[in-house]
C-alpha cells in the first residue's frame, strides 16, 4: 500500500503543479460537492419525518453547498480559468450512468431513504479518502487551500456519521 500512496501522491502532485492543472482539479472538486446533491436532499427531508434526521440532512447539504463554495474561491485564487467540465467527467454523472437515476428520483419509502444515503455514503468515503491525499500535495504548493481540504474532510467525516446513522433508522 505505501508504493500505492507514493504513486499517487506523485501523479496529483505533476497533475497540480500549474495554475491551470490546480484551476481544473479544483473546479471538478467543487463541482462534485454542490452540483446535483441538492435534490436527493430535498426529497429526503420531504421524506424524513424525524426532526432529528431533518436537522442532520438540512446541515449536511448545507455543508455541501460550503464546500462547493470553498472549492470554487480556491479557483479563483489559481488566477486562471478553469476548463469547462465535461458532463461525463463529472462524479454524478459517472455514478448516475452506473447505478441509474438516484438523486433525482422519487424518494417514497424507508427503503428508497437507506439507498440514498448509502449512495451518499459511498461518495463521503471517496471524498474524505481523495481529500486525505490532496493535503500533503496542496500543503506543498498552496498552504490556503490544503486548509480547505482540512477542514472539508473533517466535515465529511461527520457526514459518515450522518449516513450511518438515517441508514441504519
Do not use: W
Not at 22 to 47: M, P, T
Not at 65 to 91: I, S, W
Not at 95 to 106: C, P, R, T, V
Not at 137 to 151: N, S
Amino acid at each position: 500500500m505505501f508504493i500505492q500512496q507514493k504513486l499517487v501522491h506523485h501523479f496529483k502532485s505533476q497533475l497540480v503543479s500549474t495554475p491551470r492543472g490546480r484551476a481544473h482539479v479544483l473546479n471538478q472538486i467543487a463541482d462534485a460537492e454542490d452540483n446535483g446533491e441538492s435534490a436527493i436532499f430535498d426529497a429526503l427531508i420531504q421524506r424524513v419525518e424525524d426532526p432529528k434526521l431533518q436537522k442532520m440532512i438540512r446541515r449536511h447539504a448545507d455543508d455541501e453547498v460550503r464546500h462547493g463554495e470553498l472549492f470554487r474561491a480556491c479557483v479563483q485564487r489559481q488566477g486562471v480559468e478553469p476548463p469547462p467540465l465535461l458532463e461525463d467527467g463529472k462524479l454524478l454523472t459517472v455514478m448516475e450512468s452506473k447505478l441509474g437515476s438516484f438523486h433525482s428520483a422519487n424518494i417514497e419509502t424507508d427503503e428508497d431513504v437507506m439507498r440514498a444515503f448509502l449512495v451518499l455514503q459511498a461518495l463521503e468515503e471517496r471524498a474524505r479518502e481523495q481529500f486525505v491525499q490532496d493535503i500533503p500535495v496542496f500543503d506543498a504548493i498552496d498552504p490556503e487551500t490544503a486548509q480547505v481540504f482540512r477542514e472539508v474532510a473533517k466535515d465529511e467525516e461527520r457526514h459518515l456519521k450522518y449516513c450511518h446513522a438515517i441508514s441504519r433508522r
